[in-house]
DNA sequence: TAGATTGTTGCGTAGAGTGGAACACATGCC
DNA sequence: GGCATGTGTTCCACTCTACGCAACAATCTA
């Protein structure tokens, strides 16, 4: 099998990995390490990546991530078309529930927040959109495992009642409850999430945040193309 | 010179420049002509490009963009920290002017929307975020050119009242005006515009918008760091 | 001034990337 | 059904790109 694939391309993509949260920008030699690549090679594949705008570099020197990303980034986004009808739909569930209410799908082995809104409450599961979870701990990720992978545990788990709830897995103060969102031929696209705290989401009150985000889910569903 | 640049990635790169909000998926021979690539060349470089969550291939063997993408612009976005000061700004402006306003970087050759608040109207000049427009046009436009190059003209405009005005340049029906953000060490961050369908912007209320908007441009320029 | 650190450039060579053809695989059309 | 058309993948040989490394600038540090 010769290997389908480019290798100095997916060596610049892993330069662009190399951003994150904490470290937004990068010295070129951070880059090197980071990545494990040679400084002449990174050089020269960051001029690339700035030629096109994926990287822009300050006046300091220092790489950025640059603004051709968040173009395509939003062409992305808006290619699902499915903003305009999730949206409302998240409002609706933080003032049904009074929690925050998110939209994710895979990314990679990960799970990527979509859409969210955050629920108004002084304590509340906040969440960038953009963010990206682990995939194996949390409501919504079960939902992800059983529909992206043929996850036997976590396609059981859907089959009792179409839905995922986890208590304190991710994180030990957060409840959530999720659905996958199917359209009408079957396709999956996403998973529809409540969390909050786990106090505020006693045993009642998190089985009513099930029954809407389900009955949510499924309308997004039939809604849909 | 021995052109520091990869290839090779710029191929991949312009594979995702193919992509548009007209044409949001793309076959692989499309891609090949759009490119001028080969096929078979096309076929590895996206092999690599979904790997990483660049691409991803639907069910009917078409290609989209990837969430890797949303992700990472989100954090490009994110990176300003200017998205939490300027949207209020935004918001006050149409509050203020009844009219569209927004927030342009430089992106290559062109100027894109980084963020927007729409006009309440009915009649209003509606953009997306994440679109792209000319530079050598429209207020924001002068306003990129004057600081990003050193163009004589735009700057020359500037100069006059610091601010720039266009009344149906880029488009007949829209009028705007624009200023530039420019914080206390002098480093030039974008431009912020209002705008509106021409009729609408007299030229008392072009006048009043222009100086809210300068107002507001001299505002943040203040408050950031 | 000496020394450390960061980024760029030059160069030879290995080997990656490429073009092209041949091959599979669907669809459509008579 | 058979034949044509279009799409995507795989194979192979050749070329030239991309890479490692060293040497070189260019800044900082002290």
Redesign the interface.
């Known amino acids: 099998m010769p290997e389908?694939?480019?290798e100095?391309?997916?060596k610049?993509?892993?330069i662009?990995?190399a951003?994150?949260?904490e470290q937004?920008?990068l010295t070129l030699t951070e880059i090197a390490t980071e990545t494990g690549l040679y400084k002449s090679n990174v050089?020269?594949?960051t001029?690339?990546?700035e030629?096109?705008?994926?990287l822009k570099r300050e006046?300091d020197r220092r790489f950025?991530?640059?603004?051709?990303?968040?173009?395509?980034?939003?062409?992305?986004?808006?290619?699902f078309e499915l903003g305009e009808s999730i949206r409302p739909v998240l409002r609706q569930l933080v003032a049904e529930t009074g929690e925050t209410a998110s939209f994710y799908?895979?990314?990679?082995d990960e799970r990527?927040c979509?859409y969210r809104e955050n629920s108004t409450e002084p304590v509340r599961h906040h969440l960038?959109?953009?963010a990206?979870l682990p995939l194996h701990a949390g409501a919504a990720g079960h939902v992800l495992s059983a529909y992206s992978f043929q996850d036997a545990k976590a396609k059981a788990r859907l089959a009792q009642d179409g839905s995922c709830v986890s208590t304190g897995e991710r994180n030990p103060h957060i409840a959530s409850v999720a659905a996958p969102v199917v359209d009408a031929t079957g396709?999956f696209h996403g998973a529809l999430a409540v969390s909050g705290p786990l106090q505020r989401l006693s045993d009642t009150a998190l089985e009513m945040a099930r029954l809407r985000v389900l009955l949510a889910a499924q309308g997004l569903g039939r809604d849909m193309l």
């Open positions: 389908t694939r480019v100095s391309v997916e610049a993509l892993s662009l990995e951003f994150s949260n937004p920008s050089s020269r594949l001029a690339s990546l030629r096109y705008g994926y006046a950025r991530l640059g603004p051709a990303l968040w173009r395509l980034g939003a062409l992305y986004r808006r290619s799908v895979l990314d990679q990527l979509l960038d959109e953009g990206r396709q």
